[in-house]
């Protein structure tokens, strides 16, 4: 019998495993996927404080992220530039491998291949029931680690999924002309969200927005915008399509259960972007776990200190993103345009430059402030 049982091998759930076995753990992690990282939609920008915080492989870069630009629906832009790379854009299935490993080298096993089906909870264990190569199984631990990203449906019941989602969609191109993270706004192109062009190596590039209906539609329409078009020189018929929850989060956490990274809505509220703080809460889970190991009490009030503990931790951060992603799903194009005017000409790139990649609340008390005292938020629709 395992001490503890991870279910999904994602980032999250491998570096939470990893951190367990670390401590000495017998940690089994279950992945529905014959491969680690299989089929994985993701554009894959990981910060520099994250690659350096969490120890994680640096031979899964692809490039790092020192310009970004953002344009206005007309074409307007603003670029920053950083001395020092930003972020890196990393191989998504490779980083998730490369965590399992790192995990599998301290001791914990990783079952191929394994769908969970169904988890119970008794007062004396963590059960599933799993399929693999056909065949049903039923495995038990003390504890248990939900980490399946936003796929819950097959078990729900014991987890509750976010209620609020958007769409991120995404497909690979070959392109021209790009050395910038190119992000684009306007209600044509990604209402309320945005859309990107992010190089990875070799003239390819990821070309996706996040929307909150029609996916294909706007993505589609993204790709035939000349500024998209007239650069692209081979397609990738493949397009990945997954919801990412943005808002309210749901209780992540029972007796003998903690739910941790994209499965309880731990992304950034304005990017969705979900691996930083997905694994920054694992670090939270598995403080709270080896306490519970410790003490030898595996019920609900022991682990409810990990959603406290996770909530204090970035809470704020989602809350301040919330506001401004309220804010700004409700400007039209012409207020954008403004925005970037303003954003160009008034001073703000120093504010931009200040703040961190990853924490992003002042930076955005900062913006929200400003924009306020321009009126931007007030000025009528043209
Ligand atoms: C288009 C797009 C672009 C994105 N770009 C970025 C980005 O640049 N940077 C960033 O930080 N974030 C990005 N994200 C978000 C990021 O991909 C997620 O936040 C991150 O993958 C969450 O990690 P996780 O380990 O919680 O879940 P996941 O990565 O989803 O891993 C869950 C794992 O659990 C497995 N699983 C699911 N159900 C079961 C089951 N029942 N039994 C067994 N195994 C199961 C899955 O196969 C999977 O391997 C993007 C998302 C999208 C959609």
Redesign the pocket.
């Known amino acids: 019998m395992h001490d503890i049982i991870v279910?999904?091998?994602?980032?999250?759930?491998?570096?939470s495993a990893y951190l367990l076995a670390k401590k000495g753990l017998n940690v089994g992690i279950?992945?529905?996927?014959l491969t680690?990282?299989?089929?994985?939609?993701?554009?894959?920008?990981?910060s520099t404080e994250?690659l350096k915080n969490f120890g994680l492989p640096g031979e899964v870069i692809l490039r790092p992220v020192d310009s970004i630009k953002a344009s206005s629906p007309s074409g307007n832009y603003i670029k920053y530039q950083s001395a020092s790379p930003l972020a890196y854009?990393v191989n998504?299935s490779l980083f998730?491998d490369e965590i399992n490993k790192m995990a599998v080298r301290e001791g914990a096993t990783t079952y191929l291949g394994?769908?969970?089906?169904e988890i119970t909870i008794t007062d004396g264990a963590f059960n599933v029931k799993?399929k693999t190569g056909g065949e049903e199984r039923e495995f038990s631990a003390k504890v248990g680690v939900v980490?399946?990203?936003?796929?819950?449906n097959?078990?729900q019941g014991v987890v509750k999924k976010p209620k609020d989602f958007s769409?991120?969609?995404?497909t690979d191109v070959g392109i021209e002309d790009v050395t910038d993270v190119e992000v684009y706004f306007g209600r044509n192109i990604a209402p309320g969200y945005f859309a990107w062009v992010?190089p990875t190596h070799n003239g390819s590039a990821?070309v996706?927005l996040?929307v909150k209906k029609n996916p294909e539609e706007y993505l589609k329409r993204f790709l035939a915008n000349p500024l998209i078009s007239s650069r692209v020189v081979a397609g990738d018929s493949r397009i990945?399509?997954?919801?990412?929850p943005f808002g309210r989060t749901p209780k992540s956490y029972a007796q003998r259960l903690i739910v941790?990274?994209?499965?309880?809505g731990?992304?950034?509220t304005t990017?969705?972007?979900?691996?930083?703080?997905?694994l920054l809460c694992s670090e939270i889970a598995v403080s709270t776990i080896t306490e519970a190991f410790k003490r030898r009490d595996f019920g609900e009030k022991v682990f409810e200190e990990y959603e406290m503990n996770w909530r204090k931790k970035i809470g704020p951060e989602l809350k301040a993103g919330m506001v401004l992603r309220n804010l700004f799903s409700r400007l039209s194009d012409h207020q954008i345009e403004l925005l970037v005017d303003l954003v160009k000409r008034d001073g703000f790139l120093p504010i931009i430059k200040n703040h961190n990649f990853d924490w992003q609340k002042d930076l955005i008390t900062s913006l929200l402030q400003k924009f306020f005292s321009k009126n931007i938020f007030r000025e009528a629709d043209k």
Do not use: H, M, W
């Not at 941790?260 to 309880?264: D, M, R």
């Open positions: 279910v999904g091998a994602g980032p999250v759930g491998s570096y279950f992945e529905k996927n680690i990282g299989d089929d994985v939609n993701c554009t894959g920008i990981v994250c854009v998504r998730d394994t769908r969970v089906e799993v980490a399946t990203g936003f796929e819950l097959s078990l769409y991120g969609i995404q992010v990821k996706g996040i990945k399509c997954s919801p990412i941790v990274g994209e499965a309880a731990q992304v950034k990017t969705g972007g979900g691996i930083y703080f997905g």
